[in-house]
């Protein structure tokens, strides 16, 4: 898919440092085996849109026969979507959804009333040395939609919008921008995008969404007088026109944002929710483990072992 011509990069220098509202610096977390960069929730900001956390995960290396062994675990009043660069996760939950995902691929998990699932590495990726490197977020639901049944979908990599021009390679995960939708369904207003940039080239965010954020993964970018290496991410002023530009060495970003929801959320380990009653109840459901008869119930190929309550 080619360029909107309509939508051609600015300059970088258009804006000045004050249309960057707020910088976070990820703090890392260990997560047995592997560390991920944790930028949202900070505490600078709790979300960029519906954003409400974002991992980057990695790179990792691991041995044959090793990997990622995230036991069957809960959440509630949130999406979460698993975008790779590189590896595998084996994905097993409470809908019946069985699904390996690999780079370019999306999988959009609605946890909705409460969902249980698991995140392993597959069978076929521990046959050898390999590497998991990617980005893991959660989108909160808005609150007309926290009670909704669970859902999971699966988007391959050709279903993605593809832009690419000038050496702009930028693919659609979630949402609408610059004309074109991405196929997961979403349920409040959103953009999601993975972005490689040549050396030199220029990006520019869309402009028709109110909160708008990036994250640089690889390289290093240049906006608003400032330059940000990887490990970074920025938060946009609304109204702004917003065009980055790769370093010498290019760039690989996400950009991310939308619509912002009626109100901060609460957040307690894996759950997301407007009130603190919901969360209050999501626990008293775990601890209670009524399998398929409560709130919450086990993998069916996956409930040998789950994590308890912390």
Request: glycine share 12%; aromatic share 10%.
């Amino acid at each position: 898919m080619s360029w909107n011509p309509a939508l051609a990069p600015g300059d970088p220098d258009a804006v000045g440092p004050d249309a960057i509202e707020t910088l976070i610096i990820p703090r890392a977390r260990d997560l047995g085996g592997f560390e991920v960069q944790r930028a949202l929730p900070s505490v600078q900001r709790q979300m960029v849109g519906p954003f409400i956390f974002f991992d980057h995960i990695g790179p990792a290396e691991f041995l044959t026969g090793k990997g990622i062994d995230i036991r069957p675990h809960p959440h509630i009043g949130l999406g979460t979507v698993t975008y790779l660069y590189r590896g595998d996760f084996h994905h097993r939950d409470s809908t019946g959804a069985d699904q390996v995902i690999v780079p370019g691929e999306v999988n959009w998990m609605v946890a909705g009333k409460g969902v249980t699932h698991s995140e392993r590495t597959s069978e076929e990726g521990k046959h050898g040395p390999h590497s998991l490197y990617g980005i893991q977020t959660w989108i909160a639901l808005p609150e007309d939609r926290e009670d909704m049944a669970p859902v999971f979908e699966h988007h391959g990599k050709g279903a993605l919008p593809l832009f690419e021009d000038g050496g702009v390679s930028a693919r659609l995960i979630l949402g609408t921008a610059y004309g074109e939708v991405a196929p997961a369904t979403m349920f409040s207003e959103t953009f999601y995008l993975d972005v490689t940039l040549a050396p030199g080239a220029r990006f520019p965010l869309p402009d028709d969404h109110e909160d708008r954020g990036i994250y640089v993964t690889e390289g290093e970018i240049r906006v608003a007088g400032q330059r940000f290496e990887a490990g970074r991410m920025m938060v946009f002023r609304p109204g702004d026109r917003i065009t980055v530009e790769a370093g010498e060495r290019g760039a690989r970003i996400m950009a991310l944002g939308g619509a912002t929801l009626n109100g901060p959320r609460h957040i307690w380990w894996n759950f997301v929710a407007s009130s603190r009653e919901r969360i209050e109840h999501a626990k008293e459901e775990w601890r209670a483990a009524r399998w398929g008869r409560g709130l919450f119930d086990l993998p069916a190929t996956d409930h040998d072992e789950f994590i308890p309550l912390p």
